[in-house]
């Protein structure tokens, strides 16, 4: 599966974003999908994924009732609310993918800077 996510930009501290990835291939439906981030000098985090069918959700602590995971598997799209946006917030946003256990498909990352 190839991703191609987009949607990053500046936004001042408490704004939001949407970001979205669009994925190829006729099996979109079977893989688990996530969003993972790195901001500069920290190891990447998974922040949010969904399972295949959209029933079954993870979010890390510090974005929960801030950040929304959704996806259309009749569009092949999976999308990443966020909301009340903190400086803490800025970072690499990559859109992941899973067959397995392992997010072994990465979409290219998008820039999400929040300026306090």
């Known amino acids: 599966v190839q991703l191609q996510a987009c949607g990053g930009g500046l936004v001042q501290a408490g704004g939001s974003l949407r970001l979205s990835c669009a994925a190829s291939?006729?099996?979109?439906?079977?893989?688990?999908m996530g969003w993972l981030r790195q901001a500069p000098g920290k190891e990447r985090e998974l922040v949010a994924a969904?399972?295949?069918?959209?029933?079954?959700?993870y979010y890390e602590h510090s974005v929960k009732g801030r950040f929304t995971i959704s996806r259309d598997n009749a569009k092949n799209m999976v999308y990443l609310q966020m909301d009340s946006l903190k400086p803490e917030d800025t970072a690499v946003y990559y859109c992941?993918?899973?067959?397995?256990?392992?997010?072994?498909?990465w979409g290219q990352g998008t820039l999400v800077t929040v300026s306090s």
């Open positions: 992941v993918a899973a067959s397995g256990v392992t997010y072994d498909y």
């Open positions: 969904i399972s295949s069918g959209g029933s079954i959700y």
């Open positions: 291939g006729r099996t979109f439906n079977s893989y688990t």
